[in-house]
């Protein structure tokens, strides 16, 4: 038999770690519905073609499938399906084929896997979870939406044991406009090279440009833009201080302003305007987001979006959204040596056995315990009870419960941390709410 080897990329949670990650997501799942979300899944593969088409990084980044057995035609057919490396794409589809089903304007939430072909490194990975929302309608998208999302991402996170966090807007047009009002041409392409400003810095970032086809004046003036950042609408002043207009980057200001004033609102301290996020996916439009934890700046983003207007068409109907997505992996790659789970199981109770005629009293106790939502199981083998309290303690368990035995008039609990036992009912004991569910601590 072969070696066992871990393959980069791929994360598994040893069982605290997945309690910790169950509860983020419980977290997330619940704030989404607050705000009005229904929940959605859509299928793991995508046409190749579909996918290819968001920008110049992806075709490298797509994994795609056939079967291993299947013959020619086979191949060539399945060849062309890849696994979706984000839950927009696949979204956009999903909004087209459920038009006649779904009520405007939708709002869908995804917690799914995704798979990017990425060199694997700190929080990046080749299957990851992301926690998504989007608000699409038809036609047109009221604008409000696009200052709501970033206000349901701080809401979710403030509830969670992550620290500060900075969510950072631009808006799109703000750079388009400014790019074509100083002569660049080629605006996709120098929006994809400013987004790597962060990781590359802006001395290659500069000679990305000039190789691309800007003059360095050019360049110069593109960078000045990107540095401009506030947490407030003075950032429109500082970018008409540049001397450049065009009507593009006007609309683009305003827009944001209006984000950048509502977030103020709502969430004091938490949105910046920050110009130089610009998103490398080709289907943005409009405003666009990022979000880093505060001293952790250089870890990167660990939830973004945007706004999308031509994902979702048919030719004949247009469906613009906006959305933003929780790298729910990610986040966590870079908080999880911080936190610990109260314990390793959900099991609050183990109930022990004398001996093995005992097993079916004991199910019976663990079910009547299990009616009433407390997490129970029944002891493996029927050992000494010390040994049976060490296994508790080893998984975390609080309390031990002895079923009724001849010699005893009926059935007790011991808490096992502080040693002390009492008479209980199965059909009315209750542990304290703090030690029903494994908790989350920091």
Not at 196 to 220: C, F, H, N, S, Y
Request: glycine share 8%.
């Amino acid at each position: 038999m072969s070696k066992v080897r871990p393959i980069s990329g791929f994360p598994e949670w040893l069982p605290g770690e997945r309690i910790i990650e169950q509860h983020f997501e419980d977290v997330i799942r619940q704030t989404f519905e607050l705000h009005g979300f229904a929940s959605i899944q859509t299928r793991a593969v995508e046409p190749i073609e579909r996918l290819s088409s968001q920008g110049e990084d992806t075709d490298k980044e797509i994994y795609a499938i056939s079967r291993l057995g299947a013959g020619p035609e086979a191949t060539s057919r399945d060849a062309r399906l890849g696994l979706h490396f984000d839950l927009t794409v696949p979204f956009a589809r999903y909004v087209l084929e459920n038009a006649g089903k779904l009520t405007f304007p939708f709002r869908r939430y995804q917690i799914q896997p995704v798979w990017r072909g990425e060199r694997p490194q700190e929080g990046r990975y080749r299957e990851f979870t992301q926690c998504d929302i989007d608000i699409v309608d038809v036609g047109e998208l009221a604008p409000h939406y696009e200052a709501e999302l970033p206000l349901v991402v701080a809401d979710a996170f403030s509830k969670l044991p992550i620290g500060p966090f900075r969510i950072q807007v631009n808006n799109r047009k703000i750079p388009q406009g400014f790019y074509l009002g100083i002569g660049l041409t080629e605006v996709q392409t120098m929006l994809r090279i400013v987004d790597k400003l962060d990781k590359i810095g802006p001395d290659a970032v500069r000679a990305l440009m000039v190789a691309a086809g800007a003059t360095a004046e050019q360049a110069a003036a593109a960078l000045s833009l990107a540095r401009i950042s506030a947490p407030d609408e003075s950032f429109v002043e500082q970018v008409q201080a540049l001397g450049m207009e065009h009507p593009m980057l006007t609309e683009g200001l305003t827009e944001l302003a209006a984000v950048i004033r509502v977030g103020a609102e709502h969430a004091p301290g938490v949105m910046v305007a920050d110009l130089k996020v610009a998103r490398g996916l080709d289907y943005y439009t409009g405003t666009v987001y990022e979000t880093q934890l505060i001293g952790y700046e250089s870890y990167g983003s660990i939830c973004s979006g945007g706004r999308y207007d031509a994902l979702a068409s048919d030719g004949k109907t247009t469906y613009p959204g906006v959305g933003i997505s929780i790298g729910l992996s990610r986040l966590l790659a870079k908080i999880m040596p911080a936190l610990s789970a109260s314990r390793s199981t959900p099991t609050c109770v183990l109930v022990a056995l004398a001996d093995e005629s005992g097993r079916a009293q004991g199910m019976a106790v663990a079910a009547a315990l299990r009616q009433r939502d407390i997490p129970s199981e029944v002891a493996p083998v029927a050992a000494k009870f010390g040994k049976q309290i060490m296994f508790a303690q080893r998984r975390g368990i609080p309390f031990v419960w002895f079923p009724a035995s001849d010699d005893q008039g009926g059935d007790s609990v011991k808490d096992i941390r502080s040693g002390e036992q009492a008479a209980a009912d199965a059909s009315s004991w209750t542990p304290p709410a703090a030690d029903l569910r494994p908790r989350v601590m920091a």
